[in-house]
């Protein structure tokens, strides 16, 4: 990362990037009915926002909307890892596997290390895995050492895969049934602190270099030159003229766009208290029985939760706003766990879970039929309808940026920008600084790594108004700081933007419910301080 750092030094808020109700209402008005933009975003998932900030940063002027808030779709439901590309080796997408292995480098070493750290996981060889599957899953292990070779990703930056003992294997994930656990294989991929916060920042990041980001804000119908949209919050509706449309609703893409086949695939996860499972200094990567190349990933969060995922089954029909986890989902991660786990983990303590929908292109069934959604390509796409609206679909969060960058380069191709090529491959987001300038904080580790620089003065709220340096609730790290900083700063305009995606206490309903009064007297005071 250059020393140079675009962005407010430890303490600020980089000059323009803070989102409220306040800056909405304008630049609302001068949107709707206004010149027209150069470039117009449907959607702030990842890759939304990440076409904004790409945009904006080749100095076009954009807006960019979304019906409901930023990272309400796809974006927020993820693992909240940074894959580098392994999985995509075995089905022999090289392409895919080493634009992720590049891409999960630029958020490690520069657009975003406050937020991306390297995560270690054990792979458990117990009585379900054969000796020959742990030799192919090691295998598989060092060409994934490989693809961050090939990438330069740094050796500090993500430590190399190794063979463990059955000792050291329980040493760093204590729960595993110890009767016939032969060792184990330790590697290391990347691990957001928060998806949603990855989308915020990227958000703000392009809202500092003029982009209008504009929530709350539905498409009812695009053309190559604008759309017609509500303001979700009055009703009103009004167009939005642009020199080019970019489709990147996800799911919901092929709504707004004639054409456009999406083949949607849940992927859902439970979420435990971490107590019930005790210490895991380590995430697990644990083997589905009878599958070759498919794990239960267990993923211990750091704030008293752990993660159990994912699934990959296909899903028809209309698409719902909020996807849920079905009982059958639910009941094939528990058994999964059962498998390798001393620990009993029963339906009832299953204390939240999550699903989301990734979006797949369909493509066609061969002659063999629809393939599983497991086995279709995360490859994305960028397709240019006929009326010239350009629609990115496909993908993955840890590709984001190079979706956003290949959708403004059709963009700019397709109707002549005046731009140059992207820059973000090293255009740090806010918060982001080297791993020197993040030690040297002064602010809890938490908070910086949520945060990055501008954790100190998150915390400092705490100065003016000791109740803010409060826990939410009782036996969750969230402060009553960083609501009124969501407020303040990201955008946040209700309970609901607060606890499900700000923060997420959501994702357990009972912390949600012990939190809401929280929530409501933070967006309270933001509207009374207007």
């Given at each position: 990362m250059?020393?140079?750092?675009?962005?407010?030094?430890?303490?600020?808020?980089?000059?323009?990037?803070?989102?409220?109700?306040?800056?909405?209402?304008?630049?609302?008005?001068?949107?709707?009915?206004?010149?027209?933009?150069?470039?117009?975003?449907?959607?702030?998932?990842?890759?939304?926002?990440?076409?904004?900030?790409?945009?904006?940063?080749?100095?076009?002027?954009?807006?960019?909307?979304?019906?409901?808030?930023?990272?309400?779709?796809?974006?927020?439901?993820?693992?909240?890892?940074?894959?580098?590309?392994?999985?995509?080796?075995?089905?022999?997408?090289?392409?895919?596997?080493?634009?992720?292995?590049?891409?999960?480098?630029?958020?490690?070493?520069?657009?975003?290390?406050?937020?991306?750290?390297?995560?270690?996981?054990?792979?458990?060889?117990?009585?379900?895995?054969?000796?020959?599957?742990?030799?192919?899953?090691?295998?598989?292990?060092?060409?994934?050492?490989?693809?961050?070779?090939?990438?330069?990703?740094?050796?500090?930056?993500?430590?190399?895969?190794?063979r463990?003992?059955?000792?050291?294997?329980?040493?760093?994930?204590?729960?595993?049934?110890?009767?016939?656990?032969?060792?184990?294989l330790?590697?290391?991929?990347?691990?957001?602190?928060?998806?949603?916060?990855?989308?915020?920042?990227?958000?703000?990041?392009?809202?500092?270099?003029?982009?209008?980001?504009?929530?709350?804000?539905?498409?009812?119908?695009?053309?190559?030159?604008g759309?017609?949209?509500?303001?979700?919050?009055?009703?009103?509706?009004?167009?939005i003229?642009?020199?080019?449309?970019?489709?990147?609703?996800?799911?919901?893409?092929?709504?707004?766009?004639?054409?456009?086949?999406?083949?949607?695939?849940?992927?859902?996860h439970?979420?435990?208290r971490?107590?019930?499972?005790?210490?895991?200094?380590?995430?697990?990567?644990?083997?589905?029985?009878?599958?070759?190349?498919?794990?239960?990933?267990?993923?211990?969060?750091?704030?008293?939760?752990?993660?159990?995922?994912?699934?990959?089954e296909?899903?028809?029909?209309?698409?719902?706003?909020?996807?849920?986890?079905?009982?059958?989902?639910?009941?094939?991660?528990?058994?999964?766990?059962?498998?390798?786990?001393?620990?009993?983990?029963?339906?009832?303590?299953?204390?939240?879970?999550?699903?989301?929908?990734?979006?797949?292109?369909?493509?066609?069934?061969?002659?063999?039929?629809a393939?599983?959604?497991?086995?279709?390509?995360?490859?994305?796409?960028?397709?240019?309808?006929?009326?010239?609206?350009?629609?990115?679909?496909?993908?993955?969060?840890?590709?984001?940026?190079?979706?956003?960058?290949?959708?403004?380069?059709?963009?700019?191709?397709?109707?002549?920008?005046?731009?140059?090529?992207?820059?973000?491959?090293?255009?740090?987001?806010v918060?982001?600084?080297?791993?020197q300038?993040?030690?040297?904080?002064?602010?809890?580790?938490?908070?910086?790594?949520?945060?990055?620089?501008?954790?100190?003065?998150?915390?400092?709220?705490?100065?003016?108004?000791?109740?803010?340096?409060?826990?939410?609730?009782?036996g969750?790290?969230?402060?009553?700081?960083?609501?009124?900083?969501?407020?303040?700063?990201?955008?946040?305009?209700?309970?609901?933007?607060?606890?499900?995606?700000?923060?997420?206490?959501?994702?357990?309903?009972?912390?949600?419910?012990?939190?809401?009064?929280?929530?409501?007297?933070?967006?309270?005071?933001a509207?009374?301080?207007?």
């Amino acid at each position: 990362m250059s020393p140079a750092h675009p962005y407010a030094g430890p303490g600020g808020t980089a000059p323009g990037s803070s989102l409220t109700a306040a800056r909405r209402a304008p630049e609302l008005t001068r949107t709707v009915g206004g010149p027209a933009v150069d470039v117009l975003v449907v959607g702030l998932g990842a890759t939304g926002a990440g076409a904004a900030l790409d945009a904006a940063a080749r100095g076009l002027t954009v807006a960019a909307i979304d019906a409901h808030d930023l990272a309400f779709g796809t974006s927020r439901w993820s693992s909240k890892l940074i894959h580098g590309g392994l999985r995509y080796l075995a089905s022999a997408q090289l392409d895919v596997a080493h634009e992720s292995a590049v891409e999960r480098g630029v958020l490690m070493e520069r657009t975003a290390p406050h937020l991306v750290g390297a995560q270690p996981f054990v792979l458990p060889l117990t009585p379900l895995v054969s000796r020959g599957q742990a030799a192919l899953a090691w295998a598989g292990l060092r060409a994934g050492d490989g693809l961050r070779l090939a990438a330069r990703t740094a050796r500090a930056t993500l430590p190399a895969p190794r063979r463990l003992s059955a000792v050291e294997t329980r040493h760093l994930a204590p729960a595993l049934r110890r009767t016939g656990l032969r060792g184990g294989l330790l590697s290391w991929d990347g691990r957001l602190a928060d998806d949603a916060r990855l989308v915020t920042a990227v958000a703000r990041t392009a809202a500092a270099r003029d982009a209008r980001i504009l929530t709350r804000v539905r498409a009812l119908e695009l053309t190559a030159r604008g759309a017609r949209v509500r303001d979700e919050l009055t009703g009103e509706e009004g167009e939005i003229r642009a020199r080019a449309v970019i489709n990147a609703s996800g799911v919901w893409a092929g709504g707004l766009v004639d054409g456009i086949r999406i083949r949607p695939s849940r992927g859902t996860h439970l979420v435990l208290r971490a107590d019930r499972l005790g210490p895991l200094p380590a995430g697990l990567h644990i083997p589905v029985p009878g599958e070759t190349n498919r794990f239960v990933l267990v993923l211990p969060q750091g704030d008293g939760r752990v993660y159990v995922g994912l699934t990959d089954e296909p899903v028809d029909g209309e698409i719902p706003d909020v996807p849920q986890a079905p009982e059958t989902d639910i009941g094939f991660l528990l058994d999964v766990l059962g498998s390798a786990l001393d620990v009993p983990v029963q339906r009832d303590d299953v204390v939240g879970a999550f699903a989301g929908l990734r979006p797949l292109l369909d493509t066609g069934a061969g002659s063999g039929g629809a393939p599983r959604t497991a086995d279709i390509s995360r490859r994305h796409a960028v397709l240019t309808s006929p009326e010239g609206v350009i629609t990115v679909v496909g993908g993955k969060l840890t590709t984001y940026r190079r979706m956003a960058e290949d959708a403004v380069d059709a963009a700019v191709a397709a109707h002549r920008l005046p731009a140059g090529p992207s820059p973000t491959a090293s255009l740090p987001l806010v918060g982001a600084a080297s791993p020197q300038v993040l030690s040297a904080l002064r602010a809890p580790r938490r908070l910086i790594r949520r945060y990055g620089t501008e954790a100190p003065a998150v915390h400092a709220l705490g100065n003016h108004d000791p109740r803010l340096r409060e826990p939410v609730l009782e036996g969750h790290p969230v402060t009553r700081a960083e609501l009124a900083w969501a407020v303040r700063h990201e955008g946040a305009l209700d309970e609901a933007d607060l606890l499900d995606r700000r923060t997420r206490i959501g994702l357990v309903p009972a912390d949600r419910d012990a939190a809401l009064p929280a929530a409501r007297e933070a967006v309270g005071e933001a509207l009374g301080s207007r």
